[in-house]
C-alpha cells in the first residue's frame, strides 16, 4: 500500500468517526430534555357533601347552636320561608371550590358568603358574599352591583345569566389564595383579588368600609344568608379544598 493510500483511508476512517459521534450526540440531546419538567401541584381533595338531600352535620345556624327554625328538608331540597337565621358550616375553609343548586322565589334575595368570622355581629360584615337574587323583582337587581352572581357591593355580574324566579340555577365558587371566581349556570361571570388594589378601591367606596376585616380571613365559615326575604330552595351543595 503507498503513503498517498494510506492518506487517503485514514482520512476516510477519520470522517466516519467523526459522522459516528455527531449522530450519537444528537440523539443523545433528542432523548434528554433541556430542564426536567416541574413537578405537579398537589391534587385537591375529594369532594365532600355539606347537603345532599341530608344534612351531614354540615351547618348551624350563625345564631344557633342547631339548625335553626324556619329552614326544612322538601322533595330533597333544603328551603326557607321569609327571614330566618343564616346557615353556616361547623367547619372553615381556606382554599376550596363549592357547587351547588340553587332556586329562588318571587323576589327572593339571598347570598352565600366565605372566609366568614365571628369577630362582627353579622356574617355579611366580615365574609365577602355570591349574591343569589331574583334579579327582575328584587330590589337589588335594578344594580349590577348588587344583582345574581355578584361579588356583593363590589364586583357586579353581567345581565342576562340567572335564570328567572322559581327555576334551577348552578352555581359554581372558586377561593384560591387571594384568586375568587364566580361561575353562574356554567359562565364565569366575575373574577378578582382580594386585598389588591382595586380590591381595596372598591371596599373603601362600598357600606363594608366601616370593617376594616371584611374579606381579609384566610379561612372562615361558609354560610347561607336567611335573613332576607323571599323562598329559597338549594341542593346538590358539595365542596372540595383545594391545596
Excluded at 477519520?14 to 455527531?22: H, I, K
Excluded at 340553587?102 to 339571598?110: F, L, P, T, V, Y
Amino acid at each position: 500500500m503507498t503513503y498517498k493510500n494510506i492518506l487517503a483511508r485514514a482520512a476516510l476512517l477519520a470522517a466516519a468517526w467523526l459522522a459516528f459521534t455527531a449522530a450519537a450526540s444528537g440523539n443523545s440531546a433528542a432523548a434528554t430534555p433541556a430542564t426536567a419538567p416541574e413537578a405537579s401541584s398537589a391534587p385537591a381533595a375529594a369532594w365532600r357533601a355539606l347537603f345532599d338531600g341530608k344534612l351531614h352535620d354540615g351547618f348551624r345556624g350563625w345564631h344557633s347552636q342547631g339548625m335553626p327554625d324556619g329552614w326544612h328538608i322538601v322533595d330533597g331540597a333544603l328551603t326557607k320561608e321569609g327571614n330566618v337565621d343564616d346557615l353556616v358550616t361547623n367547619a372553615e375553609f381556606g382554599n376550596f371550590e363549592l357547587e351547588l343548586e340553587w332556586k329562588i322565589g318571587e323576589a327572593g334575595n339571598s347570598g352565600v358568603f366565605y372566609r366568614a368570622t365571628r369577630e362582627y355581629d353579622q356574617i355579611y360584615w366580615s365574609g365577602p358574599e355570591y349574591q343569589l337574587l331574583d334579579d327582575v323583582n328584587a330590589h337589588d337587581g335594578r344594580n349590577r352591583l348588587t344583582a345574581a352572581g355578584s361579588a356583593y357591593g363590589i364586583y357586579p355580574c353581567p345581565e342576562g345569566v340567572v335564570k328567572p324566579y322559581g327555576e334551577w340555577n348552578t352555581t359554581r365558587l372558586i377561593v384560591n389564595g387571594d384568586h375568587v371566581e364566580h361561575w353562574l349556570n356554567g359562565r364565569k361571570v366575575v373574577e378578582y383579588d382580594l386585598g389588591s388594589a382595586d380590591w381595596k378601591a372598591r371596599v373603601a367606596a362600598s357600606k363594608f368600609s366601616k370593617y376594616p376585616n371584611y374579606g381579609l380571613a384566610k379561612r372562615g365559615l361558609i354560610g347561607i344568608q336567611g335573613d332576607h326575604p323571599g323562598a329559597l330552595a338549594l341542593r346538590r351543595i358539595r365542596i372540595r379544598e383545594l391545596p
